[in-house]
């Protein structure tokens, strides 16, 4: 089945203490993208990498690190994580035609809280 | 300035009836054009793409107006199982940046 999993799906953590959301998809896809969606700000982009070593910054990278080593792996990093990373986190996928990425597929998410 | 407004709704519709959503976005240089559905708590999944003549997929009619910078979601004879947030999406240029509306909340009542 293709799909984008993601895991944790649940995490509560403190400040300051180290954590990795993994994302995989199976589908060998390009292009993939982390989100974080909070109420009234709706889906905001992160990170996204358009292929192996190749990661840019999205709209709120601060406070964030990825990498791409693999193709199907995609790990969000919270090297010291604070209150207001609290928030709910979704991976994407998706190939690359001449205009750029086209159709995303989500994974289920993750809702991380931090104390 | 956000790169992409939408009414937040609620829209309570009856069963039945067409409903029209509409995001605005700010950036003229815009690419590509998407309508995504999110169910409660649940990941986004594709709608449909917004093509610059209109497409349509069964029910749904998706229209872009770049010279109003404008796209529409229209949702005929409305079922019980379209109730759900609508978000808007838009990419720049490169066409590999996304951005997303808030979403627009429907309601459909029996």
Same mark, same amino acid.
């Given at each position: 089945?293709? $799909?984008?999993?993601?895991?944790?799906?649940?995490?509560? *953590?403190?400040? #300051?203490?180290?954590?990795?959301?993994?994302?995989?998809?199976?589908?060998?896809?390009?292009?993939?993208?982390w989100?974080?969606?909070?109420?009234?700000?709706?889906?905001? $982009?992160?990170?996204?990498?358009?292929?192996?070593?190749? *990661?840019?910054? #999205?709209?709120v990278p601060e406070g964030y690190k990825v990498s791409r080593k693999e193709k199907r792996n995609f790990p969000l990093i919270l090297e010291s994580p604070s209150p207001n990373q609290t928030s709910l986190y979704f991976c994407a996928s998706s190939f690359i035609s001449p205009t750029g990425a086209g159709e995303q597929y989500f994974g289920p998410g993750t809702r991380l809280t931090v104390t | 300035r956000k790169e992409v407004e939408q009414d937040p709704g609620p829209f309570n519709v009856p069963e039945g009836a067409t409903v029209a959503f509409n995001c605005t976005y700010s950036n003229s240089a815009s690419q590509s054009f998407f309508w995504y559905r999110q169910d409660c708590r649940k990941e986004p999944k594709l709608l449909m793409s917004v093509y610059s003549s209109g497409n349509e997929d069964g029910r749904f009619t998706a229209q872009l107006n770049r010279a109003s910078q404008y796209i529409s979601l229209l949702i005929r004879d409305s079922k019980l199982s379209d109730s759900a947030t609508y978000l808007c999406v838009v990419t720049l240029t490169t066409g590999n940046q996304f951005y997303f509306g808030t979403g627009t909340s429907l309601t459909v009542i029996p």
């Amino acid at each position: 089945e293709a $799909q984008v999993t993601q895991n944790p799906r649940y995490l509560i *953590t403190v400040t #300051g203490k180290k954590l990795t959301v993994t994302c995989s998809q199976n589908m060998n896809h390009e292009y993939m993208s982390w989100y974080r969606q909070d109420p009234g700000l709706g889906l905001r $982009q992160i990170y996204y990498s358009m292929n192996v070593e190749v *990661t840019d910054k #999205g709209d709120v990278p601060e406070g964030y690190k990825v990498s791409r080593k693999e193709k199907r792996n995609f790990p969000l990093i919270l090297e010291s994580p604070s209150p207001n990373q609290t928030s709910l986190y979704f991976c994407a996928s998706s190939f690359i035609s001449p205009t750029g990425a086209g159709e995303q597929y989500f994974g289920p998410g993750t809702r991380l809280t931090v104390t | 300035r956000k790169e992409v407004e939408q009414d937040p709704g609620p829209f309570n519709v009856p069963e039945g009836a067409t409903v029209a959503f509409n995001c605005t976005y700010s950036n003229s240089a815009s690419q590509s054009f998407f309508w995504y559905r999110q169910d409660c708590r649940k990941e986004p999944k594709l709608l449909m793409s917004v093509y610059s003549s209109g497409n349509e997929d069964g029910r749904f009619t998706a229209q872009l107006n770049r010279a109003s910078q404008y796209i529409s979601l229209l949702i005929r004879d409305s079922k019980l199982s379209d109730s759900a947030t609508y978000l808007c999406v838009v990419t720049l240029t490169t066409g590999n940046q996304f951005y997303f509306g808030t979403g627009t909340s429907l309601t459909v009542i029996p």
